[in-house]
């Protein structure tokens, strides 16, 4: 039976070895399992790592990668989800796809023969998730117990995959949010239901208070652009700085999933200061989609 990798949940009983292939292939402990093998990757939105890694991902383990926008495919002129999976699973080994629509990404995978791996849609970004908590793994030598507080978009991608890949992992999770962008009740719920620990409040004096990790994302969010100044102001008081990250633990990390907007979600002094490993984090989306295709083919 074939694996995909839609949403964090897909993942739920495999995450901790992912993470740990993950951190083995980094040093090197890998072997061209891929060759001979085709990735399409179909992008519906601009992507700098998600494209990069996916690509230096797949020549390393000796296969190769398509690139595919949605203006080079039939897909932009209205051939059917339908029938792009049926036709692509008759040419290549796998498709990965950056959607705008989760309903599109859930039937992409219902239709394909072959493994679907979601590169971002609307709802979840699970491969950046996945490459988080590898992130976290390194800098802090385990995930259980840990405390993570995410400023920002709440019903977004990123909040939702980590909702969920926290709650696997065990790390308790608070999401910081003004409550018109609080995170989609599905998502609160399977996290609960995992065993997560899970707070939601709006922006306070302390809620960074013991945090082991702070994590931000842009507060607008690709097909969000028409809403952008209301976006604005209503996360004002929202931005990462100094001050957020002096009331969390002494150790804490800063992380960001990149592409940043310096003085909006973030201050930079405070992504390219001393807490940041931010880049780090940028690196790992490649070790933890190659582990991700070890997965899904070994």
């Known amino acids: 039976m074939k694996k995909d990798l839609i949403s964090m949940l897909d993942v739920k009983d495999d995450l901790e070895k992912i993470i740990d292939d993950a951190i083995e292939m980094k040093k090197g402990n890998y072997r061209q399992f891929m060759k001979g093998k085709v990735m399409a990757m179909i992008f519906e939105k601009s992507s700098t790592r998600t494209r990069v890694s996916f690509e230096v991902a797949m020549q390393k383990l000796g296969g190769h990668a398509i690139f595919l926008s949605k203006n080079d495919i039939q897909l932009g002129r209205g051939e059917t989800i339908e029938d792009t999976a049926k036709v692509l699973s008759r040419y290549v ?4 796809y950056r959607a705008f ?5 859930k039937e992409l995978a219902k239709h394909a023969s072959i493994p679907v791996i979601n590169g971002l849609d609307n709802e979840e970004h699970p491969c950046q998730v996945i ?58 719920n399977k996290a609960r239901e995992l065993g997560g620990e899970v707070e939601i409040e709006e922006i306070n004096e302390n809620a960074s208070k013991d945090a082991d990790i702070i994590v931000t994302d842009t507060w607008v969010s690709m097909g969000d652009e028409a809403e952008k100044e209301e976006r604005i102001k209503a996360f004002q008081g929202y931005t990462v700085d100094e001050s957020i990250m002096a009331k969390a633990r002494p ?10 907007y310096y003085g909006y979600e973030v201050a930079k002094e405070v992504a390219h200061g001393p807490q940041s490993v931010i880049f780090d984090e940028a690196e790992n989306r490649l070790w933890a989609q190659m582990a991700i295709l070890k997965w899904i083919f070994e």
């Open 93 to 96: 080994d796998v498709i990965m």
């Open 131 to 188: 490459a988080d908590l590898m992130t976290i793994k390194e800098k802090k030598g385990k995930l259980k117990g840990l405390k993570l507080v995410y400023f920002g978009d709440g019903d977004n991608n990123m909040a939702h995959s980590l909702l969920l890949g926290c709650a696997i992992a065990g790390i308790k999770i608070k999401i910081v949010s003004p409550r018109k962008y609080w995170p989609k009740e599905y998502y609160v």
């Open 251 to 260: 150790d804490a990390i800063f992380m960001h999933c990149l592409p940043a």
């Open 101 to 105: 629509s989760h309903e599109n990404m």
